[in-house]
């Protein structure tokens, strides 16, 4: 929210002198946020809802529902009871 809140604004100011606002950009983080980006590009491709939430889960809507996923094996274990994303995610798992 403070990011968003820096970005919709100009200038950002504690205390009467301006401060900047960024993201976390750790090596650690942008290696879990790349290990989605396949995924992501797919998933993009057939007009879902998608966001990579903070630190690196993978959100989305289907069929009305919003699934998050922390890791790639907790996305594999619920496509298995989804045809829909099993085809559209093939070979990328």
Same mark, same amino acid.
């Given at each position: 929210?403070?990011?968003? *809140?820096?970005? %919709?604004?100009?200038? $950002?100011?504690?205390?009467? +002198?301006?401060?900047? #606002?960024? =993201? %976390?950009?750790? $090596?650690?983080?942008?290696? *879990?946020?790349? =290990?989605?980006? *396949?995924?992501? +590009? $797919?998933?993009?491709? =057939?007009?879902?809802?998608?966001?990579?939430?903070?630190?690196?889960?993978?959100?989305?809507?289907?069929?009305?529902?919003?699934?998050?996923?922390? %890791?790639?094996? +907790?996305?594999?274990?619920?496509?298995?009871?989804?045809? $829909? #994303?099993?085809?559209?995610?093939?070979?990328?798992?």
């Amino acid at each position: 929210r403070i990011l968003k *809140a820096a970005r %919709d604004r100009p200038h $950002v100011t504690y205390r009467g +002198k301006p401060i900047r #606002l960024s =993201e %976390d950009f750790s $090596v650690k983080r942008l290696q *879990a946020r790349r =290990e989605w980006h *396949a995924i992501f +590009k $797919v998933l993009k491709g =057939e007009n879902l809802q998608l966001r990579i939430l903070y630190p690196s889960r993978l959100s989305f809507r289907i069929e009305r529902e919003i699934k998050c996923f922390p %890791d790639k094996q +907790k996305l594999k274990e619920s496509i298995t009871k989804k045809p $829909v #994303l099993q085809e559209m995610l093939k070979g990328l798992i």
